[in-house]
């Protein structure tokens, strides 16, 4: 059985050493917020606009600076999928707020929260503590 490829781009959103995690409507766990590119977009693009559509702000294009690149498999999915989560840094304007089609609500995590978060959001979150961006 081949392998199916979730490819994302997602957004770290670090603040006060906590990352910004987002939660959708039926999802029991916490993802770094980011999404799937439509046709024809890159990965920046894509990242800029699941950004604006779940969070409702705007990234800074010209801030964007990729971060890594993570697979684990995918939450909620069948055996064998797996996610690989580009991920970027980048700053913002706006103020952050769900948009309640999407996204049930967001957290700011910290150690504490790991517990919270799939599986790939977690190896995300064990490398920026490791590297003293998170507590």
């Not at 959103?13 to 977009?41: N, W």
């Not at 989560?85 to 910290?110: N, S």
């Amino acid at each position: 059985m081949e392998n199916i490829i979730i490819d994302k781009p997602a957004w770290i959103c670090i603040k006060d050493k906590k990352v910004l995690m987002a939660r959708s409507h039926g999802q029991d766990v916490f993802y770094t917020p980011g999404g799937g590119r439509e046709e024809g977009e890159t990965s920046e693009q894509a990242l800029i606009r699941e950004v604006k559509e779940a969070l409702l702000v705007d990234i800074v294009p010209e801030t964007i600076k990729h971060y890594g690149t993570f697979t684990a498999p995918a939450h909620g999915r069948p055996e064998g999928t797996i996610v690989q989560m580009t991920c970027y840094t980048a700053d913002y304007i706006g103020e952050l707020q769900v948009d309640d089609v999407e996204i049930a609500e967001y957290a700011w995590f910290g150690s504490a929260d790991m517990d919270k978060l799939s599986a790939v959001g977690l190896i995300v979150f064990k490398d920026l503590r490791e590297k003293n961006l998170i507590e």
